[in-house]
């Protein structure tokens, strides 16, 4: 790629957790405030309060950074951004998810280029007359990782099958608390890769304490993984997780069959994703409130059956879009030289 951005500045809401990692790669990052204008009385108010304090922020940084492209996907804080740079700077929307959020509804009609991750997506913009086809971005040296290697970094023996748990980077209470009690039945046949989040991590960490000896050696739990996600995926053999963007992007690049419980308490999306997954073969599902019933026997079918998780496997790989992240920066290189030419 022969055009290269000079300079980035990431725009994000106040109080999130993005702040940290945007700022580890080396971004330089602001923050507005945002909120979504939801609700009936005072919640309205406030909403509306944060969403023209926002606007007004946004204009002001971009009256100073003076951008040549601005790239959003998605969330409270993309609204008044892309209202104050309406018409004066090039907007590529980049859709993480399946079915687009409200946000991004809302500014596909400002956008001049909609970045989206799977052919299914296309039906969410009927008239848009720019939608391309890039798949799901990750991060540089996730998949630099090889099963063997994986394992080793992790402590996970060869001989035995390895159930990934994880919940986003927050972690996921129900999925943690239904995994909790079954821990001495799921380790009596395979190893668990058991990503917490750090609300439950206390609560995590004392069940692993009380484990029986034969089987704590089977069980890795972590509040948290970084630089080694990459390799909790290629030590994978299943995966239970939530269903959010990282599901429909990161689990085809790594060709994991999963066990996907779409968070219940939000908009729609999550089901969205994972019915596209399991549509094709890669995925299974269960609900939030059948966890504590139908967990244990949905694994341990899957885990018993190698030839129906190949079978998974190889429709999830055939998912997978590697160079997202390439197609979707020559796109933002191309609006901004179309602006400044």
């Given at each position: 790629m022969e055009d290269r951005v000079d300079e980035l500045l990431w725009v994000g809401g106040r109080g999130g957790m993005e702040a940290d990692l945007v700022r580890r790669e080396g971004i330089p990052f602001t923050a507005i405030p945002a909120s979504g204008v939801h609700?009936?009385?005072?919640?309205?108010?406030?909403?509306?309060?944060?969403?023209?304090?926002?606007?007004?922020?946004?204009?002001?940084?971009?009256r100073q950074f003076r951008p040549d492209a601005m790239l959003f996907t998605g969330g409270y804080v993309a609204?008044?951004?892309?209202?104050?740079?309406?018409?004066?700077?090039?907007i590529l929307l980049y859709v993480p998810d399946i079915e687009p959020g409200l946000a991004l509804k809302t500014l596909a009609r400002f956008a001049d280029q909609i970045a989206l991750i799977a052919e299914d997506s296309r039906a969410f913009f009927p008239t848009h007359p720019r939608l391309s086809v890039t798949g799901h971005p990750v991060r540089q040296g996730l998949a630099d990782w090889d099963r063997q290697r994986a394992r080793e970094v992790l402590g996970l023996s060869a001989d035995l099958p390895v159930l990934l748990v994880f919940g986003g980077s927050k972690g996921a209470r129900s999925i943690n608390r239904a995994?909790?009690?079954?821990?001495p039945e799921l380790l009596a046949e395979m190893q668990v890769l058991h990503l917490t989040g750090r609300l439950d991590w206390p609560e995590v960490k004392a069940a692993r304490d009380a484990?029986?000896?034969?089987?704590?050696?089977r069980y890795r739990a972590f509040p948290y993984l970084h630089e080694e996600m990459g390799a909790a995926y290629a030590a994978a053999d299943l995966v239970l997780s939530r269903a959010g963007a990282s599901a429909v992007?990161?689990?085809p690049l790594f060709a994991v069959p999963a066990i996907l419980v779409p968070y219940p308490w939000a908009w729609r999306y999550q089901i969205v994703n994972a019915q596209y997954l399991a549509r094709h073969g890669a995925a299974v599902i269960l609900e939030n409130h059948d966890l504590p019933r139908q967990l244990l026997p949905t694994v341990r079918t899957l885990m018993r059956d190698p030839d129906r998780r190949a079978q998974m496997r190889a429709a999830m790989q055939s998912l997978a879009r590697p160079g997202a992240a390439k197609r979707i920066a020559e796109q933002l290189c191309a609006l901004a030289t179309?602006?400044?030419s």
């Open positions: 609700g009936v009385g005072l919640r309205t108010v406030v909403g509306l309060g944060r969403a023209v304090q926002g606007y007004f922020a946004a204009r002001k940084i971009i609204v008044p951004v892309a209202l104050a740079g309406r018409g004066k700077v090039p995994v909790i009690p079954l821990l484990l029986a000896p034969e089987l704590a050696g992007g990161e689990l179309a602006q400044t």
